[in-house]
Structure formats: structure tokens, C-alpha cells
């Protein structure tokens, strides 16, 4: 998506999908930012790595994530806690991209490791229903 760069930095969206979720062990990290709202993107597909999960851009029917308003400071501090190298971003244990979502472009992060033999999650939401992942 060929988003202008000022128009994020002015009022930056971040999605999220795993521990950052309400209600979830790192939600704390967010205290300050403006939640949007609860969204489904069709753009990206989580995988349970265990005590997180991780997203790649890749097709699915609808993962369930939420959508906040963050300042600059908060998507540093959202930098940090998910290993986003701003100078070589391939190399963090995450990189971020921009997702449409219906509350405008928002910042995904997305997991550089390799998922292989992780399940997938195509649709619904992280943590799985039962799971003692989440809390």
C-alpha cells in the first residue's frame, strides 16, 4: 500500500494480534494509546510460535486483530518490545509494514523468522480458544 510517510507519522496506527491485545500480558505497553477498534485482515496470516504468535503477508480468510492510536513515543517503545531494527529492519525479530485497515493504514508487524512447523492461524484470532498462551 503506497501510503505518505508524513500522513502516518502524523497520527500513527498500529495493529496488533497477540500479547498486546486488551487483556493480554504486554497491553500495558499501549497504556496511553487510543483504541480504535477490532478489525479482520484478510492480508496477513498468524502463526502460534508458542508464547506469541508472529504474522506473515500472506492470504487468509480473517485474522482477528485490534487497531490503536499511537504517539511516537509509544511506537518506539513498540519498536523495542518487538525487535524492529529500524536501520536494517530484515535482521529484528520483527519488521513493520502498512495494512489497510477500516480505521485507515496502520502498522503490522511482521515476524523475519522462519514459521516452519508452527500452526497457522487463518482465521479467528490469537490465542486460540483454551489456550494458556495469552495470558
Not at 69 to 77: E, G, I, K, Q
Not at 89 to 105: E, L, M, N, Q, V
Not at 111 to 128: F, K, L, T
Request: net charge positive; aromatic share 10%; hydrophobic share 35%.
Amino acid at each position: 500500500m503506497n501510503t505518505p510517510p508524513l500522513a502516518i507519522a502524523r497520527t500513527p496506527l498500529v495493529v496488533v494480534y497477540g500479547t498486546l491485545k486488551r487483556g493480554l500480558r504486554n497491553h500495558h505497553w499501549l497504556q496511553g494509546a487510543e483504541f480504535l477498534g477490532s478489525d479482520r485482515l484478510t492480508t496477513a496470516t498468524l502463526y502460534d510460535l508458542g508464547p506469541y504468535p508472529g504474522a506473515k503477508p500472506e492470504p487468509s480468510r480473517g485474522v482477528e486483530v485490534e487497531v490503536f492510536r499511537v504517539n511516537a513515543r509509544l511506537l518506539t517503545n513498540l519498536d523495542r518490545l518487538e525487535g524492529y531494527q529500524v536501520r536494517q529492519p530484515k535482521r529484528g525479530t520483527y519488521d513493520r509494514a502498512i495494512h489497510a485497515t477500516t480505521f485507515g493504514p496502520a502498522w503490522l508487524y511482521l515476524y523475519n523468522h522462519d514459521i516452519a512447523g508452527c500452526p497457522a492461524i487463518r482465521e479467528g484470532g490469537w490465542p486460540a480458544a483454551g489456550s494458556p498462551h495469552g495470558n
